[in-house]
């Protein structure tokens, strides 16, 4: 009797139990809201980019967790977009998300250096970003000096704008021009004659032999001084705002 009793007692915990794994077999595990849902941020770089979908920290797969209402997981241009998604599969509910694909700030920029000639000049400003050659107005602008005549160093901003960002300050440089007309002769009258300086530069003489004297370009002999000696005199123009020093050595024959 006792037995029986057993027996009985076990089938009914069985048959209890039954429905119970039965259900934990078929039944599906709860679906996740899509409300929590953040796209990620871009940034531009001149081509079509695609944001991505996170929720609860694991990237979504469009068309199999989720698919897209209304607007683009692509853009290109820099700025704000905004996307409405439903959820499928393990996913469930609906939202609408934003991101944004931010300006481009690493671009690079150059101005063409020039040579003082006398006139204005415009120097050739160059903004890349990578290969692409940026285009004023459109990309970046400028402020600062990007015309000037006169020798010196001179500084220029360029600021991104629309999908590009941030300043960079550059110089560029007009420099010395050099003094390319300069003639020295000496006429038979111990005158040294030097033309073609321009900017009235500064002309000055030194002779290599101290008893030899040259003064405006005048050449004085001293006593003791033999005829046919040889002398080295340099004739120097100096360095003016636009042009460069110059120098250059003859050699005088007493006579």
């Known amino acids: 009797m006792k037995n029986l009793k057993k027996l009985l007692a076990i089938v009914v915990c069985i048959a209890m139990m039954v429905p119970t794994v039965a259900f934990a077999a078929t039944s599906s595990p709860a679906k996740v809201n899509v409300k ?83 006139k204005n000049q415009t120097t050739k400003v160059t903004v890349k970003y990578g290969n ?18 006169n020798a010196g160093k001179y500084k220029i901003t360029v600021k991104g704008i629309n999908n590009y960002k941030g300043t960079k300050t550059i110089y560029y440089t007009i420099n010395k021009a050099a003094q390319k007309s300069v003639k020295v002769k000496v006429n038979a009258s111990k005158k040294i004659t030097v033309s073609g300086v321009k900017a009235k530069a500064k002309v000055t003489y ?38 460069k020093a110059y120098s ?8």
């Open 36 to 118: 929590s849902a953040t796209a990620k941020s871009l940034t531009y770089n001149a081509k079509s980019q695609t944001t991505t979908i996170v929720v609860n920290g694991k990237t979504l797969t469009l068309n199999k967790d989720f698919k897209v209402v209304s607007g683009s997981l692509k853009a290109t241009k820099a700025g704000t977009y905004t996307v409405k998604i439903k959820g499928i599969g393990n996913y469930s509910g609906d939202t609408t998300v934003k991101y944004t694909v931010n300006a481009q700030q690493s671009y690079k920029a150059t101005a063409a250096a020039k040579t003082y000639n006398a």
């Open 132 to 149: 692409t050659v940026l285009k004023r107005g459109t990309d970046y602008k400028i402020t600062g000096v990007t015309k000037a005549k």
């Open 206 to 243: 030194k002779s290599a032999n101290k008893k030899v004297k040259v003064k405006n370009g005048k050449i004085t002999v001293g006593k003791g001084v033999k005829k046919g000696t040889k002398v080295r005199i340099t004739v120097k123009v100096a360095a003016t705002k636009n042009y």
């Open 248 to 255: 250059k050595s003859i050699i005088y024959k007493v006579k």
